[in-house]
């Protein structure tokens, strides 16, 4: 019998002060508990004592006027003013003109007594960057990598029940950077405080592999890692257990072990899954294997560890490219970074299912994480949901840190059948040298050894036959292999290399916009901003589609995101290359993609019909469909009907008049599906869409509000630009606003935002009291909006 499981992960996200600055770091503080008091020049003895060891017998001097209470995830960079320095920091343009710098963060927090006896350990999920973390005064450590997570164990300096308050510094330097795109600045993913006995599963402790697959059975190989860290020997038992998706138990094993003190112990048990269920983008089907720590007499048990299971078997082919379950399987890939519009890089988790939702609905089955490390909420998401994943390590290093990171990376990823590849590394410097052979060889061989059962692959932008640079790993990342057709005259002379289109397209296009504008930064949907070393949207997913051996495609991006201005600068202070802006509304390309990658009946025309300026004058009109003809009408008129290329477009020259420009895909000649844009008048009122009518009421649930301006018939208008005012009553606060601007200069922290040709997002979050949030929109002149979400 189950007397209680002494394994606990706790939330350590909320109640967190944050002052914005550095704050010099004493002697004491510097070396841990031991050294004077002196050599402060800005901060006062007492005030030191209050923040970094909470000793209540000295007054506390703080200013608390230099804090801010706030909650975890954390960006304290997208709250900033963008900045335009003349170029004089060339970063400054790659992170999307959004000064960094150094914060700190401070939290107190109680242990109560019953925890005295436990291992109890802090987990980071990921600071962004160059942190270092203090526990009562005694430094724990430095971590440098913004996108690995780290683990500090505390049990020996915690105070515990009447022995005192604890408090937690971290000092933040975000000033260096690791990328060239916005990285953001602050505790920025979740931070937990785990408590066990010391008589526990290790960190990252098991791995799970499923070597045989069948119809009728499947074989599961699982590995724990046990610690023993009490002072004597001990005595347990190790049940491993398997639950299908109803909490049936399916299968289950158990062994006594004796593990020495101060030491630990692999534990390798096999089972066998009967009439296994497999995991699929379409079909997520997961188990879950349990691992229960008993003591001797099977009277308590120590530990229980859950781990996620997915049964699938994954091939990739130098001719024929991938395979899932034993089927040829098209990769439709996106590469994305993580930061959105509100939030910045702090994604509350509901933000990336909100994300992942958004791909799968465009037919997307496969997500790159680019270029670095995922947050383990969205490889638990892309378990859960069905995604494929390239899990990316940030870059070619095999210094101690750089290896370190890169084992953080698979023992804590491996488990997840979410991830296909491991990817080494992105458009180093060093590709194609033998010099970087050497080492991506070395991390490839860290790779396989810590799980030989996917492929490594690096994604590279050059270099791809020189130096034995591509033979160091498994499968060879084309990024823009398209150019100069690259991937296709490589596979006749290697034909046995594996291949994939690991990052793609890069055109550059701007939500609603149908023309170029220099000076305000925009790019025509049109697509035809391309730069140099990137093509059209149709050109990449047809090299995919007449050529198998490419695998699959990573289109570059799926959202877009802040920095990278490409093809332009100030004001421009963010990304162009997504298939949705970086608010998750779908540019035309979405439906492109949505056209090619799904058999939902699709039929989409560009662009808007809003053009008093063009009377009279030809507009180019484009339509995107999966239908087997489409045929154009302008008010009423028939301009003919043309049949289907689904990896294409259809276009035609168009006379422009106002009215109505409406297209009617059509299968064996009967309509299918319809799709119209309309001359609108000028906004009338406000529309709120929620995606969620109910929250849970635990601090972090978050609403996604779509803010659209309507005329007076109820038509977006798709020009309109209106400033929005937002209101809010009730348990729930606004996180953050966003409108998809690629060249907006407006806070992301306020309750009020300009629509972007037609759109505007604002994001809401509960509290942990139940009741109703009422949302209210107002602008000058138009009728206003509201929206109500109930708290439970």
Request: hydrophobic share 35%; with cysteine.
């Amino acid at each position: 019998m189950i007397l209680g499981n002494k394994r606990t992960r706790e939330s350590f996200d909320q109640n967190w002060m944050f002052h914005l600055g550095d704050l010099p770091i004493m002697h004491a503080v510097k070396g841990g508990m031991t050294g004077g008091l002196t050599d402060c020049e800005q901060i006062a003895e007492g005030e030191w004592l209050k923040i970094a060891y909470f000793d209540e017998r000295e007054p506390s001097v703080m200013n608390d006027r230099e804090w801010k209470s706030i909650d975890l995830p954390h960006d304290w960079c997208v709250e900033g003013n963008y900045v335009n320095d003349g170029g004089k920091v060339k970063h400054h343009k790659s992170h999307g003109y959004l000064p960094v710098g150094i914060g700190c963060y401070r939290k107190v927090f109680e242990i109560p007594m019953e925890d005295l006896g436990k291992k109890l350990s802090i987990e980071f999920d990921g600071v962004m960057r160059n942190c270092t973390v203090w526990v009562n005064g005694h430094l724990m450590g430095t971590h440098q990598s913004g996108y690995t997570g780290f683990c500090y164990d505390i049990t020996d300096i915690a105070r515990y029940g009447d022995e005192g308050k604890n408090v937690i510094f971290v000092k933040v330097d975000a000033r260096d950077y690791e990328g060239w795109w916005y990285e953001g600045c602050g505790i920025y993913r979740h931070v937990w405080l785990d408590k066990t006995d010391r008589l526990h599963v290790g960190r990252h402790g098991t791995y799970v592999t499923t070597p045989v697959v069948g119809k009728d059975e499947a074989t599961v190989n699982v590995s724990t890692n046990v610690h023993n860290e009490h002072p004597h020997d001990v005595n347990c038992i190790i049940k491993t257990l398997i639950e299908d998706g109803t909490g049936q138990i399916v299968a289950s094993s158990s062994e006594n072990i004796t593990i020495q003190r101060d030491s630990q112990t692999d534990v390798e048990t096999v089972m066998t899954l009967m009439e296994p269920m497999l995991w699929s983008p379409e079909k997520p089907y997961l188990y879950e294997v349990i691992t229960e720590v008993y003591d001797a007499n099977e009277k308590e048990v120590m530990d229980v560890y859950r781990t996620p299971l997915g049964v699938r078997t994954i091939e990739f082919t130098a001719d024929r490219g991938f395979y899932l379950n034993g089927e040829q399987y098209l990769i439709k890939g996106t590469c994305n970074h993580q930061d959105f519009a509100g939030v910045g890089v702090a994604l509350p988790d509901q933000v990336t299912e909100y994300k992942i939702k958004l791909l799968k609905s465009m037919g997307c089955n496969a997500y790159r994480c680019a270029h670095h490390a995922p947050s383990p909420e969205l490889l638990d998401l892309c378990d859960r949901m069905g995604m494929l994943v390239m899990d990316e390590n940030r870059k070619l290093d095999i210094s101690p840190d750089g290896i370190a990171d890169l084992k953080e990376i698979l023992y804590r990823d491996r488990n997840h059948p979410s991830i296909i590849l491991w990817s080494m590394e992105n458009e180093e410097i060093l590709e194609g040298t033998i010099l970087g052979a050497r080492m991506l060889e070395t991390m490839s061989r860290i790779t396989r050894a810590i799980d030989p059962t996917r492929l490594t692959i690096a994604c590279m932008n050059h270099g791809w036959n020189d130096g034995g640079y591509s033979n160091s790993v498994d499968i060879t990342g084309y990024n823009y292999g398209q150019r100069e057709d690259q991937y296709l005259i490589d596979h006749e002379q290697f034909p046995d290399r594996i291949m994939i289109g690991s990052e793609s397209t890069s055109c550059t296009t701007t939500r609603g916009i149908y023309e170029n504008d220099d000076v305000k930064g925009y790019c025509s949907s049109y697509g035809d901003q391309i730069p140099e070393w990137s093509c059209s949207h149709e050109k990449s997913w047809q090299d995919v589609v007449n050529h198998p051996h490419l695998t699959g495609i990573f289109v570059w991006t799926g959202f877009d995101y802040r920095g990278e201005p490409t093809p332009y600068e100030w004001p421009c202070i963010g990304s162009h290359f997504g298939i949705m802006d970086y608010c998750g509304f779908p540019k035309d390309a979405y439906y492109f993609y949505k056209a090619a990658w799904t058999e939902e009946p699709v039929v989409h025309i560009l662009p808007h019909w809003n053009w008093p300026d063009k009377i009279g004058q030809e507009i180019d009109v484009w339509a995107y469909s999966n239908c087997e003809t489409v045929e154009l009408f302008v008010n009423g008129h028939s301009l003919g009907e043309k049949s289907v290329d689904r990896n294409s477009r259809m276009e035609w020259k168009v006379c422009y008049a106002p009215g109505e420009l409406t297209a009617i895909g059509k299968i064996a000649g009967k309509e299918i599906t319809r799709k119209g844009v309309t001359t609108t008048g000028t906004p009338d009122r406000i529309r709120l869409e929620l995606d969620k009518n109910e929250v849970k009421a635990n601090g972090t649930d978050i609403a996604m509000i779509k803010v659209s301006l309507l005329d007076y018939l109820g038509k977006v208008v798709p020009t309109a630009d209106n400033e929005i005012m937002f209101t809010i009553e009730g348990p729930g606060k606004i996180l953050g606003v966003g409108n998809g601007d690629p060249s907006s200069h407006e806070p992301d922290k306020e309750n009020r935002r300009r629509a972007f040709n037609g759109h505007c997002l604002v994001i809401v979050q509960a509290n942990k009291e139940p009741g109703d949030i009422v949302i209210r929109a107002t602008s000058v002149s138009l009728q206003a909006a509201v929206a109500v979400i109930r708290v439970e």
